[in-house]
C-alpha cells in the first residue's frame, strides 16, 4: 500500500540574509517604508478608510521601483526568485516572469489582514523587512478547504502538508512566493513593536 501525492499546493521560501550587503539594503528599506508612512497622505486617507491598524501603500502608490533606487534594487533581486519559482513549478512560459506592482505592508501591534487572495497576477509574495519578537506568521489555508464536507479533523501531529492551516514564521530577509489563489492571512500582530513587510504580485 502506499499514497500517491497529487495536486501539490507548492509554496516558494529563499532569504536575502545571505546575501552580502543584505543588512544595508534592509535597513535601507526599513527607512523609505517608514518615509512613506509619513508623506504618504493617500495611503493613510487609505488604511483610516479601510481601517488598516498601521501603513500600506496598496491603495496609494504603484510605482515604487521607479521612485526609490532602494525598490529598484528590491526588484532586481525579487525577479530573479520569481524566474526561479515559475522554473521549479514548471511553468510553460513565453518569457519571464513581470513584477505587476508590490507595496508596503506596516502593522502596527494589534494589527491584521484578513483572509485573501491576489487576482489579476499568477505568482504573489511577501520578503520581509522586521519580524520583532512576537510578529505576526503568515498563515495559509488549503485551497481544498470548502469542499471538505463531513471530512473529519485530523490529529494535531499530522504533518503540515495535511494540516488545514499552516503558519510560517518569517525572520528578515525571508522570501515567501506562492500561487496568487492561495488564500492567506495576517493574524494579529502581538509583537510591541511594528512589522514591516514588502508584498508584491506577478503577471
Avoid at 16 to 35: I, M
Avoid at 56 to 62: E, R
Avoid at 87 to 109: S, T
Avoid at 168 to 180: D, F, K, R
Wanted: some cysteine; glycine content about 6%.
Amino acid at each position: 500500500m502506499f499514497l500517491r501525492p497529487l495536486f501539490v499546493t507548492q509554496v516558494y521560501e529563499a532569504s536575502l540574509a545571505a546575501e552580502p550587503d543584505f543588512e544595508d539594503l534592509n535597513g535601507a528599506l526599513a527607512d523609505v517604508c517608514r518615509q512613506l508612512a509619513e508623506e504618504d497622505g493617500a495611503g493613510r486617507a487609505w488604511c483610516k478608510a479601510h481601517a488598516y491598524r498601521g501603513y500600506t501603500s496598496y491603495g496609494s502608490l504603484t510605482d515604487l521601483p521607479r521612485r526609490f533606487p532602494e525598490f529598484t534594487e528590491l526588484k532586481r533581486r525579487l525577479d530573479r526568485h520569481a524566474d526561479a519559482c515559475a522554473k521549479v513549478l514548471n511553468f510553460d512560459l513565453a518569457r519571464k516572469p513581470r513584477l505587476d506592482n508590490l507595496w508596503v505592508n506596516i502593522l502596527k501591534p494589534g494589527g491584521g489582514h484578513t483572509g485573501h487572495i491576489h487576482p489579476h497576477a499568477f505568482l504573489s509574495g511577501t520578503v520581509y523587512v522586521e519580524t520583532p519578537p512576537g510578529a505576526s506568521a503568515l498563515k495559509l489555508e488549503d485551497p481544498r478547504l470548502s469542499m471538505m464536507m463531513a471530512r473529519p479533523t485530523v490529529r494535531p501531529d499530522a504533518p503540515t502538508a495535511e494540516q488545514p492551516f499552516v503558519y510560517l514564521t518569517p525572520q528578515p530577509g525571508t522570501v515567501l512566493m506562492w500561487e496568487s489563489w492561495l488564500r492567506h492571512e495576517v493574524p494579529t500582530n502581538a509583537a510591541k513593536s511594528e512589522r514591516i513587510s514588502i508584498s508584491f504580485n506577478y503577471g
